[in-house]
């Protein structure tokens, strides 16, 4: 195990190369000027060859990579062209927020994922089956700035039941929980879905396996036989579709952050790429593939304990 | 008496196996170094004749598809040399070997496995004249036809998907598809093991009607001793990757030098209520290929086995005219 | 003039009743968060809405009167066209307790200059030649040349004055200090700014005691949330949410003509749309009054570049453009097969330019031409217009000193061609006229060149203004006394509970 | 030595009617009464994209300022107008062609994309690292930035968003069937293949891929929910289709700001982009369980 | 002996499917005495495995026990509510499965599933079970039981694995062991090991034994008696002794003829030609007829009916009819 992660973490490595020449390179090759987003539309082009010399924007395209990547083998992110404070500060602020409003909506969309796939499963093609996927597919197919409007809406406006947005309290408190509740739902829905078909064909495999069989044949109680026979053994390609949200949402989503006015890393990258902020988007890139790697790396893991066949040498 | 007609035969060779090893390397670590093999055929040497029968038998795991495999190339070989009418054929190109191909095919275990679900039987057989020879689509069609009603099928069955046939079908559609070429040599690893009785002994009958008309020579690997003892010229057992004796049907059958050759016979459920035959009970399981024992290989399960099996390993001997064996007590009874 | 929306009688529950007793307290919802709180370094609105409140300038335009009057300035004098001496406001203090002097001014504005610091707004004091400290309280700057915008310069937002000390000892960007009536509190980037009461301001400490500076990305959010009382401001409204938000039971609207400008302009760097009748077939063919009745009451009508509000506007201006006759452009447009030719009107994808590329589009294909839109995102738009890579175009300027100058000279001389002109406009007879503009310390005598430049635009059709904008704030109802300014800023610090 | 028994009546089952597959998988995909529905509502949508001009009174891009956001079931508008007076019929009819070209054409390029490094990597094991550190930077490159890149290089047009689109279903699409690939490239039939001298170009493409199907297939219909609902996602980061070509995902977007005053601009075809997102995901969840095997057994 | 353990009355086992009702099983009856071994023999296909899961009552979710009734000890089963057949699985009757490889859980341990049944049916504490588990593992043969009880099935040998299928199926000392081809995935060393196993527990415990194999050879060796099924009917049963040497049936005989004989080469292959019936095929009289050589007019018409040879040796063919 422990050889896996020092692999994981070597190929991690250039991974993070590979990206931040692709994310740097794709930065200049787009067009829009960091220098033009500092200075405003109407800065004079002396104001901006200023700005331009200042950053070192006037180096070749490879001098300013290296001088980049010298840094970040350092240890040092940079700083952001917009606002000088130092990368790695204005991601410890945002993501925080982020890791939140990631594990409550990865919790929400496991709990209705896993009931709904398991309730469609056992009473296969029942009313409640086509009523809980067409709920999985209506969750899948509505937009979240359509659906966070909506709940907006309807509990913070309407009934005044939860704050519209903003995330400020700790989540440990009742304001906190309050605050997550409706991002969360929103951010949990596509997730949810997804996790509701896989744990249903997954189910669906499972229950035919042998093993089923022999536990009934046991005389293991139904309940028993769902929860300690079946679930376990159909997880396993539920939790790769866990995993794979769980990583896109670390790295920030940025409609529900928009709306839920929520101080998260996707939104940080968007804006930074709105405002051609190079640094701030490499360091943020950085992060949600490092997280990316991260989660995977936990799922294998979380593999080993499910399933004892799995091993890594 | 089958043997008797084919001794004049025997001279003629059609494949000669030296030495050959098939290891498959267990990796791992971080940078996945290899850290041991597992010893998948450990040393095979053996020939086998123009239009003969031969046997492959031995407990599940000890190397017989694999070697079936590394025969056809399937299997890259860890050494040694395979001969095939006179030319070595381990080291051609895949170009090179194409030749061979037609001459060299096997029939699987799974008939149902080995057929592409999704191919109508008609394309699957028609695919390898479109492989091997520049025929029109008329010629194809027709040659399937022909092969189809070798094997006992019909012209309608062309167009219908593999599950549509039952198991015997399904292995006479293996069996069209492996001589579609005319091979000089046939390969079955566990052709009849996935079939009932009664459609076992189709299957059996029906790849000897083809042998007498073909001239085939089978390398025919199961581990159901009945149908070898009925199907096979001469029988190679096998343990742990190791070739552990070699004879015909009869002298093996009859006189077994090897006690695992013993204990297999003796194992075997005899479809009978009478002769209740004492059964040679073995101790434990078989060991890793991975990590096989030092010595003979058997030495852990052996009944009789002596201190000196532990260390030395037993060389591969004639005890009698064609009756081969590695056993430092070949012949002694372990009853 | 100004509008104020039919104010509701009826106090609403969602407002900040409970509050009453403790220290009065204001939210305000950004779209965007500030990119920095140094007058010398940042350059957006957001940031400005903040250091207005937390900085002062040497002189702040009145909106009412539209003059310049001193704010750390007393008074200044100009003893010949370039000398500029100004005395100063004495006893006020920085935040930090340094005292704000002559040193403090001329450290602001070498700094401000110095391309080193590579200020984003350096070139507002482009034409200061020397700075000199007189007295304590005294400085005299000196300009190359007669510079008749300097006043409004000294204006500007990024013109405010730092704290020297403070400027040494940390970075101003993200703890700023200054003069001004509020001072810095916290700051969580991306999220709040928060600035409470300075009980020192030199003009009385203000009523509200804590200014609130939320990030609220998403407008509509912003709405529910003032709707629901989570915050008590807003500034900026959308166009399509205007029905909404007068509909609020708790809220006011406060609308005032505003200087900024929006205008349709071809590509002056292609020959061929230089010819005179294809800008008339263009100008013939927009309906710029079925355009602004959809901006819900957000933008009003003049044909002038110059603004009402903005100075160099004279009334007679406002008529001066080629009238919407379709019939007419029709005409031309056949006459000199302008339809066989494909137009691409480059469309940022932001506020109303998405609008009014839309329509416009739409109204040009009416009279027969062959436009199609592409619309972007801001940091390529800008790139792609600077370059020149259209045909026909929307363009906007909301002019923060609301000087005629500071439209012209940035947007259509020919000077800056290739950075801020994106018109690519040049025109020679112009360009002297907007320099004289600027060189010229007379007041009177700039509203003379300043009017000439904006009617010989407007005859020669080289732009289409499509309508002026109307800066508009909705407050809460329990609020009152906020400033709201025709440049689109507002002054908090005479709010006051109703 | 003879056989007693004549060969050619041994073991041959009654002769079945002779069907052909996708009349099966048709009929297995019938019987599911959602995959029907499914399957209605797709056909309508090709008809709508088809017939557009047929099916609509208006021109899609007409405006008129003075007719503009007209509620639903006005008098000559059954879906109400928008902002400009165009109506909104015939733009959701008109925008239909635009959502099913681009999702098709995105998923079909993403399939291509994926499958051929899905193929490589889960056939050739010496590929194989290589080929998932490529998938992996491909998810973690962010997808407005890929989308940005290529407008910026090859503009905003909506074969580019289709590409945009493609390029992010590459990865998933991969991963699926390099997962399939190599569960089958271990079958005996492959084995059977080889052992008959086959190239590995004929057996990844003549025996492998048309095994994969199942899977892809419900990959592909999945995506194709996606692929719409991420040009709406496009435009509504200002990406999509330019104005004033209608488009699900641009009117959403539009509409946002009218929710309150005119919700059915944004209602309107959010229905129309979930009635096809449902469409697809319950047909391919029906293509599924047609293709399944095990329905064989019944 | 003597004492009856399970009866079989007449049962039909039903498939509903898209080609509609389908019979895997058709009027089947047999009876098993305590202390005895049944075989159950037939092509693959015939209704084996469906008729012990009608038994045990694990039936696919599609298929139903339409008619006819099961007797355990005297008392119906086939009725009897979810509740109660729990109790009897796993404690008076249990199972061992056709493969040894899936048949247990991957992801739960030998131990937790060897204890499993004991703390259901015995109400044995944790600990106990424990104990009475290795017990168990010692008793079919497994090496260092104690390990074994924290190792995965994947850890284990296919023999191993079925022999700890063997020891669930025995912790409850069941009144009837049904085994479903316990050795057919096992290689013949294997087999015979298992084989043994089970002979001896069931002279120990007096268990009545169901065994299903396709595999004469595996008969021979354990029955006492035998029932050969033929597409979802009984054709033939007898004494061990009784269909060995004296078959009837032509099926029977076919079937034996089929079997190379490991101990006479000479020994020639008789395939039964054709292959058997799919289950929606419709046939009048002898299911069998197609494929027999000796079908007479009365075969093709009429199902042939019980013939009785002797006390234990019954027919269902219409040539014994004209003896
Ligand atoms: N590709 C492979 N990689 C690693 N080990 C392998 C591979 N193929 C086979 N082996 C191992 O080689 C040994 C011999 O396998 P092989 O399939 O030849 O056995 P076999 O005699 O055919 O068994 P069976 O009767 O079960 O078919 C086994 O231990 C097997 O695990
Ligand atoms: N769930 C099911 N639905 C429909 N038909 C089924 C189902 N399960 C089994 N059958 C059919 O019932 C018949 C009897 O099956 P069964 O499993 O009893 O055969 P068997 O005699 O045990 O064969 P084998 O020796 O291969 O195990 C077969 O034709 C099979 O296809
Ligand atoms: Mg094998
Ligand atoms: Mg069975």
């Known amino acids: 195990m422990i050889a896996m992660i020092v692999r994981r973490f070597f190929q991690l490595i250039f991974l993070l190369f590979g990206i931040s020449f692709l994310v740097f390179s794709s930065m200049h090759i787009a067009p829009g000027d960091p220098a033009t987003m500092i200075g405003g539309p109407t800065a004079s082009e002396s104001d901006l060859e200023a700005i331009r010399n200042n950053l070192g924007l006037n180096d070749p395209f490879l001098v300013q990579y290296g001088r980049y990547i010298s840094d970040v083998v350092k240890g040092d992110l940079g700083y952001s062209y917009q606002t000088r404070q130092p990368i790695s500060e204005a991601i410890a602020i945002r993501f925080p927020n982020t890791l939140k409003l990631a594990i409550a909506s990865i919790i929400i969309a496991v709990i209705i994922g896993i009931i709904t796939g398991l309730i469609s499963a056992l009473k296969q093609n029942s009313w409640l089956d086509v009523t809980s996927t067409t709920f999985a597919l209506a969750g899948i197919s509505i937009p979240n700035f359509w659906l966070g409007a909506v709940l907006i809406l309807l509990f913070s406006v309407n009934l005044q039941w939860l704050p519209v947005g903003g995330m400020s309290s700790p989540f440990y408190t009742v304001e906190g929980l309050k605050e997550l509740i409706l991002p969360a739902i929103t951010l949990g829905t596509g997730s949810a879905a997804m996790i509701a078909r896989m744990t249903r064909s997954s189910m669906l495999e499972v229950v035919k396996a042998d093993y089923v069989r022999t536990a009934r044949a046991k005389g293991v109680k139904e309940r028993n036989v769902i929860w300690i026979h079946t679930l376990k053994n159909a997880m396993i390609p539920v939790i790769t579709v866990i995993g794979l949200n769980f990583g896109v949402l670390l790295g920030g989503t940025i409609i529900t952050e928009k709306v839920f006015a929520i101080n998260g890393v996707g939104r940080l990258m968007i804006d930074a790429i709105a405002a051609r902020d190079f640094p701030m988007v490499q360091g943020s890139v950085l992060l949600v593939a490092t997280l990316f790697v991260l989660v995977n790396l936990i799922v294998d893991i979380v593999y080993t304990y499910i399933d004892p066949r799995i091993k890594f040498q | 008496m089958p043997i008797a007609v084919k001794e004049n035969q025997e001279q003629a060779v059609l494949l000669e196996l030296k030495g050959v090893k098939k290891y498959f390397p267990i990796t791992g670590g971080i940078l996945k170094r290899k850290q041991g093999d597992v010893k998948a055929v450990e040393d095979v040497s053996l020939k086998l004749y123009k239009g003969e029968s031969l046997g492959i038998v031995g407990e599940s795991g000890c190397g017989k598809s694999t070697l079936g495999r590394t025969i056809l190339g399937l299997e890259e070989l860890t050494s040694g040399k395979i001969i095939f009418s006179g030319t070595e054929i381990q080291h051609l190109k895949r170009k090179e070997k194409l030749k061979f191909v037609k001459e060299m095919q096997m029939i699987f275990q799974d008939p149902f496995a080995s057929l592409n679900p999704r191919q109508r039987i008609g394309h699957a057989l028609e695919e390898v004249f479109t492989m091997h020879t520049n025929m029109s689509a008329k010629e194809k069609r027709e040659m399937v036809i022909k092969l189809l009603q070798e094997v006992g099928l019909k012209e309608e069955h062309f167009d219908r998907y593999p599950h549509e046939f039952s198991g015997g079908q399904r292995q006479r559609i293996g069996i069209a598809r492996a001589i579609a070429l005319n091979p000089s040599f046939v390969i079955c690893d566990e052709a009849v093991s996935a079939l009932d009785v009664s459609v076992q002994a189709q299957v059996l009958k029906l790849l000897k009607v083809l042998q007498e008309k073909y001239q085939l020579s089978y390398l025919f690997i199961s581990h159901d001793l009945g149908v070898v003892r009925y199907f096979c010229d001469r029988v190679l057992v096998m343990y742990l990757g190791n070739t552990v004796e070699l004879g015909t049907v009869h002298d093996l059958f009859n006189k077994p030098l090897h006690p695992y050759t013993q204990a297999l016979l003796s194992a075997i459920p005899r479809p009978t209520v009478h002769s209740k035959h004492k059964r040679i009970q073995l101790q434990g399981d078989i060991p890793n290929p991975a990590d096989p024992p030092n010595g003979c290989s058997f030495h852990t399960r052996c009944p009789i086995a002596a201190d000196m099996c532990k260390t030395e390993k037993p060389v591969w001997e004639e005890y009698e005219p064609k009756h081969f064996a590695a056993c430092h007590f070949a012949g002694q009874s372990i009853l | 003039g100004e509008k104020g929306a039919s104010s509701d009688p009826e106090k609403s529950d969602n407002g900040n009743n409970g509050k009453s007793n403790e220290e009065l307290t204001l939210t305000y919802a950004s779209v965007t968060d500030a990119v920095g709180l140094s007058p010398i370094l940042m350059n957006d609105s957001a940031s400005a809405n903040i250091t207005d409140h937390v900085y002062e300038k040497l002189f702040e335009r009145n909106p009412n009167t539209m003059e310049y009057e001193p704010v750390l300035a007393e008074s200044y004098e100009n003893p010949d066209e370039n000398t500029w001496v100004i005395k100063l406001r004495e006893g006020i203090k920085f935040h930090d307790g340094t005292p704000f002097n002559a040193e403090a001014v001329k450290y602001t504005f070498d700094k401000l200059r110095d391309p080193a610091t590579a200020a984003p707004r350096a070139s507002l004091l482009e034409p200061v030649d020397t700075i000199t400290v007189k007295d304590e309280y005294t400085v005299e700057i000196k300009t190359k040349y007669p510079y008749g915008v300097f006043l409004a310069s000294l204006a500007h937002t990024n013109a405010a004055i730092v704290s020297p000390t403070a400027d040494q000892k940390q970075d101003l960007m993200n703890s700023p200090v200054g003069t001004g009536p509020f001072q810095f509190v916290s700051w969580v980037p991306g999220d709040q700014i928060v600035l409470k009461s300075n009980p020192e301001y030199w003009g009385g400490e203000p009523e509200l005691k804590k200014v609130v500076f939320k990030v609220v990305p998403e407008v509509s959010t912003a709405i529910s949330m003032l709707q629901a009382g989570e915050v008590q401001f807003l500034d900026n409204l959308p166009t399509e949410q205007m029905k909404r938000i007068e509909s609020l039971k708790n809220v006011e609207v406060q609308k005032v003509d505003g200087t900024p400008v929006y205008y349709f302009t071809v590509n002056h760097a292609k020959k061929e749309n230089q010819d005179p009748e294809f800008k008339k077939a263009l100008a013939s063919a927009i309906d710029r009054d079925a355009f602004v009745s959809k901006l819900n009451g957000l933008g009003f009508r003049s044909d002038s570049v110059v603004g009402p509000k903005v100075f160099g506007y004279q009334d007679s201006a406002d008529k001066a453009g080629t009238p919407y006759d379709v019939e007419n452009a029709k005409e031309l447009v056949k006459k000199n097969g302008y339809d066989k030719r494909p137009l691409k009107l480059l469309t940022a994808n932001r506020g109303n330019f998405q609008l009014m590329a839309e329509i416009v589009q739409s109204q040009l294909t009416e009279a027969g031409f062959n436009v199609s839109i592409e619309s972007m995102e801001w940091a390529a738009f800008l790139d792609s217009a600077r370059a020149g890579e259209y045909d026909l175009s929307f363009l906007s300027w909301s002019n923060i000193t609301g000087d005629g100058s500071e439209l012209f000279y940035p947007n259509f001389h020919g000077d800056n061609v290739g950075s801020s002109n994106r018109a690519q406009y040049s025109n020679a007879e112009f360009d002297k006229l907007v320099d004289s503009s600027r060189t010229t310390v007379d007041q009177n005598e700039r509203q003379k060149f300043l009017n000439q430049a904006n009617e010989l635009m407007l005859k020669n059709d080289d732009v289409v203004v499509m309508y002026h904008g109307v800066v508009t704030v909705a407050l809460n109802n329990d609020y009152t006394g906020l400033v709201l300014d025709p440049n689109g800023k507002w002054d908090l610090s005479k709010v006051t509970r109703k | 030595m003879e056989p007693t028994v004549s060969i050619a009546e041994l073991g041959i089952k009654k002769p079945k009617k002779k069907e052909r597959n996708f009349i099966v998988i048709t009929k297995r995909l019938i019987k599911n009464k959602l995959a029907v529905i499914g399957l209605i509502i797709i056909a309508i949508q090709i008809c709508m994209a088809i017939f557009s001009p047929l099916l609509t009174g208006h021109d899609p891009i007409k405006q008129n300022l003075a007719n503009s956001e007209l509620p639903i079931f006005s008098e000559d508008h059954w879906l109400g107008t928008d902002n400009y007076g165009r109506d909104v019929w015939s733009r959701i009819v008109y925008g239909s062609r635009i959502s099913l070209v681009v999702g098709i054409t995105a998923v079909s390029l993403g399939l291509i994309g994926g499958i051929i490094l899905g193929l490589l990597g889960g056939y050739y094991k010496k590929l194989d690292g290589i080929i998932m550190r490529i998938v992996d930077l491909l998810f973690s490159f962010p997808g407005i930035l890929l989308a940005m890149l290529i407008i910026a290089i090859l503009g905003t047009s909506l074969v580019n968003v289709a590409i945009a689109i493609s390029i992010w279903s590459i990865p998933s699409c991969a991963r699926i069937v390099r997962g399939s690939v190599l569960s089958i490239k271990e079958k005996e039939y492959i084995m059977a293949m080889k052992s008959l001298g086959a190239s590995d170009f004929r057996i990844m493409v003549k025996h492998i891929l048309p095994n994969a199907f199942a899977p892809i297939i419900v990959f592909a219909t999945m995506r194709m929910a996606t692929a719409i609902l991420s040009t709406a996602a496009l435009s509504y980061l200002g990406l999509g289709a330019q104005p004033p070509t209608p488009e699900w995902g641009a009117m959403i977007a539009q509409g946002q700001g009218f929710m309150w005053s005119s919700p059915h601009l944004t209602i309107v075809p959010g229905i129309a982009i979930m009635l096809t997102v449902f469409a697809f995901n319950v047909v391919g969840d029906g293509l599924r369980d047609a293709l399944d095997p095990n329905m064989d057994i019944q | ?323």
């Open chain 5, 1 to 323: 002996m003597g004492e009856t353990l399970l009866e079989v009355k007449n049962i039909v086992t039903e498939f509903r499917t898209a080609d509609g009702q389908l019979s895997a099983v058709r009027d089947v009856s047999f009876s098993l005495q305590k202390g005895e071994t049944l075989c159950i023999v037939g092509e693959s296909g015939c209704g084996k495995s469906i008729t012990s899961l009608s038994i045990i009552g694990l039936l696919p979710s599609n298929g139903k026990i339409t008619s006819g009734e099961i007797l355990y000890e005297g008392k119906a089963i086939h009725q009897l509510p979810a509740q109660k057949m729990r109790q009897i699985r796993g404690n008076k009757i249990s199972m061992i499965f056709q493969e040894p490889m899936t048949a247990l859980n991957p992801v739960l341990t030998i131990g937790y599933q060897i204890r499993e049944p004991l703390m259901i049916h015995q109400k044995l504490s944790k600990r106990e079970a424990i104990d009475k588990g290795i017990e168990l593992l010692k008793q079919v043969g497994i090496p260092y039981p104690e390990k074994r009880m924290n190792q995965y099935p994947h850890e284990l040998s296919g023999g191993m694995r079925q022999r700890v299928m063997i020891a669930i199926a025995l912790s409850c000392n069941p009144g009837l062991l049904i085994a479903d081809e316990p050795t057919t995935a096992l290689d013949v060393t294997i087999q015979a090991q298992i084989l043994d196993i089970i002979n001896r527990l069931k002279d120990e415990f007096h268990m009545g034994v169901l065994m299903i194999t396709h595999d004469m050879g595996v008969v021979a060796e354990v029955a006492d008696r035998v029932m050969v099924m033929y597409a979802g009917k009984k054709v033939e049963e007898g004494k061990v002794e009784e269909i060995f040497d004296k078959p009837k049936h032509p099926y029977t005989i076919g079937l034996l003829n089929s079997v190379p004989n490991v101990d006479d080469p000479d020994f020639e292959l008789e395939p039964i030609p054709g292959s058997l019936p799919s289950l929606d095929e419709q046939i009048s009289g002898c299911r069998f007829h197609l494929r027999c050589k000796f079908a007479k007019d009365i075969c093709r018409i009429q199902e042939p009916p019980e013939f009785k040879l002797s006390d234990s040796h019954q027919v269902f063919c219409w040539l014994e009819g004209d003896n």
